[in-house]
């Protein structure tokens, strides 16, 4: 069965510090997908990025970067220059390409505070 | 574009009355619809989905159920509220071949 480990359970930086929250997943399928949502304190779930199995070259958008490592079930997330905006709950989720319906199995979250 | 919407924002039911928690989805069609529960300070936990009207799947047993009287609406449904009920209760779609759900503002529901 699929699973998503985030083993951090808060973070807590100093506006400007750079930050990795990390991610591991467990699989049997070789197609899959890997995915990182946002939940800012207003509470909705924002979509950050979607991964497939077979590219795992990095991905950069602004300040954002993912590190996905299948060698390592790894799909890591950094902040660089972090800032106060950035604090929320961010979430992996997996999803494996058999599966009716589209499920996500999310990870516990991980809630990244930036103080100024 | 697409849109989500749920409603109501917040709730405040006593134990033993009715929920109604509605949401549509504007700008697709037979779109995957998902609600998911989240308690304070903890993960997302499925509750329903559904690929069709009148399709619906559930993945926990519990006083809850779901229904798809539309293709764009999904209304989770309880006739007695536990306290156990209480959350943050978000509604997602998804399209049928991508897997990235999009969500909805939620509803932060209190059973007293």
């Known amino acids: 069965a699929q699973k998503v480990t985030q083993a951090q359970t808060e973070i807590s930086v100093v506006e400007k510090e750079d930050v990795t929250l990390d991610c591991v997943y467990e699989t049997r399928d070789t197609t899959y997908y890997l995915f990182w949502y946002k939940q800012p304190p207003s509470g909705e779930l924002v979509f950050l990025i979607r991964r497939n199995s077979f590219d795992e070259q990095n991905e950069i958008s602004g300040r954002y970067s993912w590190n996905f490592q299948k060698s390592t079930s790894s799909f890591n997330f950094t902040i660089t220059a972090s800032q106060v905006v950035d604090s929320a709950v961010y979430f992996c989720a997996l999803s494996e390409e058999l599966n009716a319906g589209n499920m996500l199995t999310f990870g516990g979250g991980t809630r990244l505070m930036v103080k100024p | 574009s697409q849109t989500i919407h749920q409603w109501p924002a917040t709730l405040v039911q006593p134990v033993g009355s009715p929920l109604s928690l509605e949401c549509t989805v504007e700008?697709?069609?037979?779109?995957?619809l998902y609600w998911y529960r989240q308690a304070a300070g903890r993960g997302l936990q499925l509750l329903f989905y559904?690929?069709?009207?009148?399709?619906i799947s559930s993945e926990v047993p519990q006083n809850l159920s779901a229904s798809r009287p539309q293709d764009r609406q999904f209304i989770l449904s309880s006739k007695k509220l536990l306290l156990s009920d209480s959350g943050f209760y978000l509604c997602a779609w998804s399209a049928r071949r991508r897997d990235e759900q999009y969500f909805g503002p939620g509803t932060r529901l209190t059973v007293t």
């Open positions: 700008g697709t069609s037979n779109p995957n």
């Open positions: 559904s690929v069709g009207i009148g399709q």
